[in-house]
T-cell receptor, first 115, second 113 residues
């Protein structure tokens, strides 16, 4: 079962920041938080991941709370092309453990960007 | 990163037949994965394809139904055997380069009549 909880849907106005929350209260110390998105009829697209510190790349920012029990993905200036299902996934950082690298997808958040 | 392609992109098959899906990566990767996405649902991992050893299947998936090959570090196939309409799904492969990130292919949309 997925170890994360996300709202099933969210709306955001074009040009605004989209803030997508994720709860992962049972996360352990050696588990990453990953974010992917899936635009309709396409394969999932990697967005960002983090362990403890906040992370930023050209697509988004990831804010992880100090206790690591929740995180927020921020799309700073949402466009219509950001409409997609966003998945928050917790995954072990220990590559040596059998099955550690597999991703367990929950239902995600369906983000709709409105003009 | 890794660029992943899949063939075919879509197919319509008759009940009882088999279909082999190919997954090609543009660089050598350590691990490859096969997922299924049923209509309106999230992704479910079928198996992990290991180069030089047998695939590791998740609960509910068996080798006789979903045989997998991994002949080298850039290529894998998934066969959906003895298909029924319940096998209609999108099948996706992904690959990990040994770093911490998996990249996904575009998927194969399968319809079984």
């Amino acid at each position: 079962d997925a170890k994360t909880t996300q709202p099933p849907s969210m709306d955001c106005a074009e040009g605004r920041a989209a803030n997508l929350p994720c709860n992962h209260s049972t996360i352990s110390g050696n588990e990453y938080v990953y974010w992917y998105r899936q635009i309709h009829s396409q394969g999932p697209q990697y967005i960002i991941h983090g362990l403890k510190n906040n992370e930023t790349n050209e697509m988004a920012s990831l804010i992880i709370t100090e206790d690591r029990k929740s995180s927020t993905l921020i799309l700073p200036h949402a466009t219509l092309r950001d409409t997609a299902v966003y998945y928050c996934i917790v995954r072990s950082a220990n590559r040596g453990v059998q099955g550690a690298q597999k991703l367990v997808f929950g239902q995600g958040t369906r983000l709709t960007i409105n003009p | 990163s890794a660029v992943i392609s899949q063939k075919p992109s879509r197919d319509i098959c008759q009940r009882g037949t088999s279909l082999t899906i190919q997954c090609q990566v543009d660089s050598q990767v350590t691990m490859m994965f096969w997922y299924r996405q049923q209509p309106g649902q999230s992704l479910t991992l079928i198996a992990t394809a290991n180069q030089g050893s047998e695939a590791t299947y998740e609960s509910g998936f068996v080798i006789d139904k979903f045989p997998i090959s991994r002949p080298n570090l850039t290529f894998s196939t998934l066969t959906v055997s003895n298909m029924s309409p319940e096998d209609s799904s999108i099948y996706l492969c992904s690959a990990s380069t040994g770093g911490d990130t998996q990249y996904f292919g575009p998927g194969t949309r399968l319809t079984v009549l």
